[in-house]
Each structure stands twice: as structure tokens, then as C-alpha cells.
């Protein structure tokens, strides 16, 4: 990352940018110079958050559209996956041995985070693999670009993300990071952890105490900063993340949850056939699903800890993909 080496200080908006860039190349019309829906929200960013206008657009000056973002997020989604397919995706031995690896690396960091927010090793390594298999893939595209491309060529979600686009322009201004440097997938999630713009502000933490918070390429400040989600997120630390379950009857399926909120008990899940070997109180909320297995349908209890990691992906199968890698990977270092 490029650090913007002329702020005076943090709250002076992009003293210097011009010398960083150049004037020739910011005076070079980029594909939303003239943009009226530029305009408008760099005014909002001068007006609401003391960015200096001019200053702000020749950042704009340099904005490419892309269309193959506007392809990629177009384009209609493919077939959901079966669990029996989707978990050969994310659970494989290079995952595996990689994780391994990235978790004896890091263990020092690993094991404060645990410590200070009560979240797993395992289930913050996991979360890195899954999201970038340990920053290997990370994405290619400038945020900016991204975000601007959303934010002003895609209607339907355009809101969302030029919300995106302020909370990356203020997290830059922030960090004294250059915004045209740092690159995300296509959508805008950036780093090792895949952070929105909006996540970074809200929970990514300086882990290594250096003074800036680097997601990037920090291993440490992505450790705590996934440790730091899901204690905002509700994580609660000794608790189990699912239970197996046994079903019996012609009302199982009355308790399957619509959607990955925990709007059933495990009470009223006995009453319709639900069974588990687990200890679970009658009256704990969970989430109650159904997967197609290898082997035929699984049926599972999701706790309050599952739904924390849906809350990192809104995804059932996410979850689970999280959960049985943070487990083989407990089970590859021999036991924690």
C-alpha cells in the first residue's frame, strides 16, 4: 500500500495528492469527468465530510468504469450447489495444509485475538481461507474503480455502493492511504478477511498496535480484525457453533427456519421430531436446516455462534464451509 506521505495531519483532506499524482496525469479526462452523478456526490463529500472538491475529482479524473464488473454482477446466478457439492469447494487437503501452515505462522496473533475476543483460532483461520485462501486471491481491481463503477453505473444496488464509496474515501483519508493504489474483489472487499469498505470502518482493528490498520498485507491486523466481527457480531466464546440432528416424524420439515435467523427453539423443534445428543435448552433459539449430504439430508442445529458467521456471509452453506474447515484444521494440527 502507498502510504500518502504529504497530510499534515489526518483531518486535512488530501494535502498533497497533486504532488503524489502529478498534475499532468490528473488533468487527464477519465471516464466520469463531466459525470453529473460525480458532481453531486463529490459536493456531498465536500459539504458533509471536509474533503476538498477539486482535490477530490482529480481523484475521479483517474476512475475507470469497468464493464466487466458490470458483467460479473449482471450476470444471473448460477445453480445453487448442493451441500454435497459446495463443501468439496472450500474443505480440500491444500486448503487444509495451507491453513496449517498460515496458522503456525501466525500463532502468537492467533492466540491473542482468541484471548482478548473469545474467538477461535481455528474459525479465524478458516474465515481467511475461505475468503482468499490466505490472501492468494484477494482481488484484482482498484476499490475505486469498483465501487465508482457500482455506485454510478448499476442501478439496482447504486446506493449501497456509493455508501461503500464514501466509507472507502474516508477510511483512505483515515489510514493516509492513497485511494487509486489499493485493490479488492470486484464488488469492493478488500484484503485478506474481504472487508467492505463500511466493515473496515466499523470493526477492523491495529492489531500490531503500528499505528495504521492494514488488511492487506498485515497478517495480524486481518487476525484481529475477523476476531473483532464476530464479537461485535455476537460471538460467544465457549460455545459450540452446531448441533447434529436426529429426526423422526411427518412434521420435520415444519421446522426448518425460512432464512438463517434463529427463529425457532430447540423446544418447539422436539415438539415437530428434532432430537440432538447435545445438551441444548428448550428455550435457546436456533436455526433449524437441511442439507443435502453425500451421504442423503443432513439435518443440523445452527447456535447463536453459526449465526455469527452468517452474519460474515448470509449463507447457511457458508457457515457450515467455515465450521467443518475450522474443525479439520483443529483435526491436521493434532488437537489444539
Excluded: C
Amino acid at each position: 500500500m502507498q502510504a500518502m506521505r504529504h497530510w499534515a495531519t489526518r483531518s486535512v483532506p488530501w494535502v498533497g495528492l497533486v504532488s503524489i499524482l502529478g498534475a499532468s496525469q490528473l488533468a487527464t479526462a477519465g471516464d466520469y469527468e463531466g459525470s453529473p452523478q460525480v458532481a453531486a456526490f463529490v459536493g456531498e463529500m465536500t459539504r458533509d465530510y471536509g474533503f476538498a472538491g477539486e482535490q477530490l475529482m482529480g481523484v475521479f479524473r483517474e476512475v475507470e468504469r469497468k464493464q466487466s464488473i458490470l458483467d460479473a454482477i449482471s450476470r444471473p446466478a448460477e445453480r445453487v450447489k448442493p451441500w454435497k457439492e459446495y463443501r468439496p469447494m472450500f474443505i480440500t487437503d491444500a486448503r487444509i495444509a495451507r491453513g496449517v501452515d498460515f496458522w503456525r505462522q501466525h500463532e502468537a496473533a492467533l492466540a491473542r485475538a482468541e484471548q482478548e475476543y473469545g474467538v477461535p483460532a481455528q474459525v479465524i483461520v478458516s474465515i481467511i481461507g475461505v475468503e482468499t485462501f490466505f490472501g492468494r486471491n484477494t482481488g484484482n481491481y482498484r476499490v475505486i474503480d469498483a465501487l465508482s463503477t457500482l455506485g454510478f453505473d448499476y442501478p439496482p444496488r447504486a446506493d449501497f455502493f456509493r455508501k461503500e464509496l464514501r466509507e472507502f474515501l474516508l477510511l483512505a483519508r483515515e489510514e493516509q492511504l492513497d485511494p487509486l493504489t489499493l485493490k479488492g474483489s470486484y464488488a469492493g472487499a478488500m484484503g485478506l478477511p474481504q472487508f467492505m469498505p463500511s466493515s473496515f470502518r466499523a470493526f477492523a482493528v491495529d492489531f500490531d498496535s503500528d499505528g495504521h490498520i492494514n488488511i492487506w498485507n498485515d497478517p495480524d491486523d486481518a487476525i484481529g480484525s475477523v476476531a473483532s466481527y464476530f464479537k461485535r457480531h455476537g460471538w460467544v466464546a465457549g460455545e459450540g457453533v452446531v448441533s447434529r440432528a436426529q429426526v423422526r416424524g411427518e412434521r420435520v420439515d415444519e421446522g426448518l427456519s425460512p432464512g438463517i435467523e434463529p427463529v425457532m427453539t430447540v423446544g418447539q423443534l422436539r415438539a415437530l421430531g428434532w432430537s440432538s445428543h447435545d445438551a441444548l435448552r428448550d428455550d435457546l433459539p436456533v436455526t433449524a436446516f437441511r442439507l443435502d449430504g453425500e451421504f442423503g439430508p443432513e439435518y443440523w442445529i445452527g447456535l447463536k455462534n453459526f449465526y455469527a458467521i452468517t452474519r460474515y456471509n448470509r449463507s447457511v452453506m457458508y457457515a457450515m464451509a467455515v465450521h467443518q474447515l475450522s474443525e479439520m484444521l483443529v483435526q491436521a494440527r493434532g488437537g489444539k
